[in-house]
């Protein structure tokens, strides 16, 4: 019987084989290093303790365009899963919200839409560098360490996580002071497999929780870029502010 596979399965196979491999060359190489103690200190660097007292998170930033100018963003957070993000380019603004993964997004001069890959993936890389998903899933057993890589020069501790679906997370640590340096994965925008990189820099301290100020997500073609300049909380977000954008 003839087995037939698209494009996205042949690619994950091929990443789970690396990943394979990987995984059973370095835990032969680094048996000695306690994976779970790495794990503890990457939370610990983040405040991940502290970050859980808050119930909502205002943040306000930068988009930086590839000219080099720059457009206001501002993303909102209400647990346990409600998101908005507000894009401002130029004169037009685009609000984009998403909630139990279902959402809405309003483009300059359409009306409001469902949420589309795009906008999803929008949101998504902005909201990763505030939760990553090693830091929120439950399931522990999906999680394991993968060795040390070297990320733009800097030595890193490399954890994979698996989620539901079966797809491969990576992220990396840097090996000094255990922040996430690298997020990879394997995404699915309009039907078509593309490679989803994220580059976290620059880490400054908000009230006991420190959040990347420096973000570069690339994904095929596209690049987004932007900084974090203040994040406040529990600035009394209700379900309202997350609902469908006019």
């Not at 609000?95 to 959402?103: M, P, R, V, W």
């Not at 809405?104 to 001069?109: D, E, I």
């Not at 060795?147 to 020069?153: A, D, Q, T, Y």
Request: hydrophobic fraction near 40%; charge should be negative.
């Amino acid at each position: 019987m003839a087995i037939k596979l698209n494009i996205y399965s042949l690619s994950a196979i091929i990443l789970i084989g690396i990943l394979s491999f990987s995984n059973t060359f370095c835990s032969q190489a680094d048996s000695n290093i306690n994976s779970d103690e790495i794990f503890e200190k990457a939370k610990k660097f983040r405040g991940v303790e502290f970050l859980n007292l808050y119930s909502d998170i205002g943040v306000n930033g930068k988009i930086i365009e590839k000219n080099g100018n720059l457009n206001e963003l501002n993303y909102f957070f209400l647990k346990p899963d409600k998101h908005r993000l507000r894009l401002h380019l130029g004169n037009f603004m685009i609000n984009i919200t998403l909630s139990n993964d279902a959402g809405w997004a309003k483009l300059p001069g359409m009306p409001t839409i469902p949420i589309d890959d795009i906008s999803r993936h929008n949101m998504e890389s902005v909201s990763l560098a505030f939760f990553p998903k090693i830091f929120v899933m439950q399931d522990r057993d999906s999680m394991f360490y993968s060795g040390i890589e070297k990320i733009s020069g800097i030595g890193c501790f490399k954890f994979v996580l698996i989620d539901k679906k079966g797809i491969y997370h990576d992220f990396f640590f840097a090996e000094n002071d255990f922040r996430l340096v690298k997020y990879l994965t394997m995404k699915e925008m309009n039907l078509e497999p593309l490679l989803f990189e994220a580059y976290y820099d620059k880490y400054n301290d908000f009230n006991g929780v420190k959040f990347p100020t420096e973000i570069e997500v690339y994904s095929g073609d596209r690049e987004l870029k932007f900084k974090i300049e203040n994040v406040n909380y529990n600035i009394g977000l209700t379900e309202s502010d997350f609902g469908k954008p006019n």
